[in-house]
């Protein structure tokens, strides 16, 4: 990006360089971990700081807040729940853009809205002169414990290729998809497939379990077909046998993802219909069983059965 | 079954036996093709001639009608279009009924529907003591040429067990999923899943394409994720390219199973509703691009282009 700040990324390799870590939840945890494990120095921050304590015994370096990480790393990994916890982590009270400097690097890991993400890169660009790459993951929290996550890009090349090397350390697949906001785009469509499929599969299960077929076996009559998937194979059975501990994910993690896409259908005038219904399936799902639902308890919505 | 005739099949390996095949189209002659490779003596019939033709070549022998095939084999193999093929192939004049003979099977590989499939079996039974397997298969053109179908049945476990070194001379998968009919009810559930699927894909792709992402790159950037799918490698790219020759499956094919499953649906008090819209788009679909446009130009409905 023409006059845009040199990168610090760019000096990366000959040096050793701090990394940050800001949101050490429930993804955010085993991510930092693969980053200590690899040999970078991460300082880490969590707004429950319990959450963070752990990562003090594997080498991380636990500080008093975002803008303390940001004042100490060149490159600031950010793992968060949605758009308001993200703002409020960089441009709230001691927050990342209080700490930030010219060249630096935010890379968002966090599933935010695509508008809010350009939004909020373009402000933290103007105020600070730190570079946003947005990098939100798929693949849940076994695939951030396994280093396998599938991460969409959106930013410029240069940042792309700057913190390429340490997402690797955390990711299988890490594509640049486009400028800025690209990203969240990409994950959105990711999530347009996996909530409609999550459906879709609980209405054949159930089809299947009230047309007189053992539902459990459809993943063996059906493997290496058009029908066959990791989530066939994983979210049937778990779903039939009411296997919902821990959850495969919260169905409030799943809504607000879905009603972003209905918001990003609406402003690029994109028929949603599959994605419209999921969500409401989902919200029924969010009102009878509560936003900790595990998201394949939609299967019991078509069910005689309690919730 | 108790009570019921021995099967000619128990003889099996003991002996060369006579199989036989009638309908030999898209699925059916690349199906027979491999029962001939592998060194049976395979007797076949076609509605159209024509179709059964090459067949001779590879070693085949052509007869004059179905009830020929029934007089000629012990094991009869019958792939065909839908469920009025299948009644008129079995009951009509000349039909396999009319050559069938006791303890000899009928192994149904065309996708009908459930209670029909119950009913034609029922009665071929009591009028001839033939038995039936339904036995409808996915995986494709390619799969019936590679030979790595995945074939779900439904019927009794001494018919089952005496056809299937045949049927792994044709698929990869072959599972007994209940009584008469579990099959054709296993069917439905996959196309459930497929007939979604292609809708769910097509809504991604076009959200993608519409806010501004290159969606032939989805593949790439959500490969190994709950998103990944060989839908999503296959399907994605031949939508968003216009490539529709040759077609992935007939509109006309998809829409006959969607509608069978809204049958059986109602029949079992089973919610369908992403089913019930995959299928209104796909009649929307054959409504302005005839019964045998590819199913994958499902992706065109939602763009401003012409179909």
Redesign the interface.
């Known amino acids: 990006m023409a006059g845009a700040a040199p990168l610090k990324g760019e000096k990366a390799m000959s040096e050793k360089r701090t990394l940050g870590f800001v949101g050490t939840g429930l993804m955010g945890a085993p991510m930092t971990a693969r980053l200590l494990a690899a040999g970078n120095r991460v300082v880490v921050w969590n707004r429950t700081r319990a959450k963070a304590e752990p990562l003090v015994a594997k080498g991380a370096v636990l500080v008093e807040s975002a803008a303390d990480v940001a004042r100490q790393a060149d490159i600031v990994f950010m793992c968060l729940t949605d758009t308001n916890a993200v703002e409020e982590a960089v441009f709230g009270a001691d927050g990342i853009a209080a700490g930030a400097s010219e060249g630096a690097i935010l890379v968002d890991f966090s599933s935010i809205q695509?508008e809010a993400t350009r939004a909020f890169a373009k402000r933290l660009e103007a105020e600070t002169g730190m570079r946003w790459l947005d990098a939100p993951v798929?693949?849940?929290v076994p695939?951030a414990e396994a280093g396998?996550?599938?991460i969409?890009a959106g930013g410029t090349q240069d940042v792309f290729e700057a913190v390429k090397p340490f997402v690797l350390q955390m990711a299988?697949?890490f594509?640049l998809?486009?400028p800025t906001g690209?990203g969240q785009?990409?994950k959105?469509?990711?999530q347009?497939?996996?909530g409609?499929?999550m459906?879709?599969?609980a209405?054949?299960?159930?089809?299947?379990t009230?047309?007189?077929?053992?539902?459990t076996?459809?993943p063996?009559?059906?493997?290496?077909?058009?029908?066959?998937?990791?989530?066939?194979q994983l979210f049937v059975p778990r779903m039939v046998n009411g296997q919902h501990e821990p959850p495969l994910g919260h169905v409030y993690t799943m809504l607000k993802d879905l009603d972003s896409?209905g918001e990003?259908?609406r402003?690029?005038?994109?028929?949603?219909?599959?994605?419209a219904?999921a969500a409401e399936q989902f919200r029924l799902l969010s009102v009878r069983g509560g936003n900790d639902a595990d998201a394949l308890e939609i299967f019991k919505l078509?069910g005689a059965s309690k919730l």
Chains 1, 2 share one sequence.
């Not at 402003?267 to 994605?275: E, G, L």
Request: proline share 6%; with cysteine; aromatic share 2%.
């Open positions: 695509p798929s693949g849940g695939g396998t996550l599938a969409m299988a697949q594509t998809m486009g690209a785009t990409t959105l469509c990711n347009v497939i996996v409609c499929t459906a879709v599969l209405e054949a299960a159930r089809l299947a009230n047309a007189g077929v053992d539902a076996r459809l063996e009559a059906l493997a290496g077909g058009f029908a066959d998937s990791k989530p066939l896409v990003l259908a402003a690029s005038a994109s028929p949603v219909p599959f994605t219904m078509s």
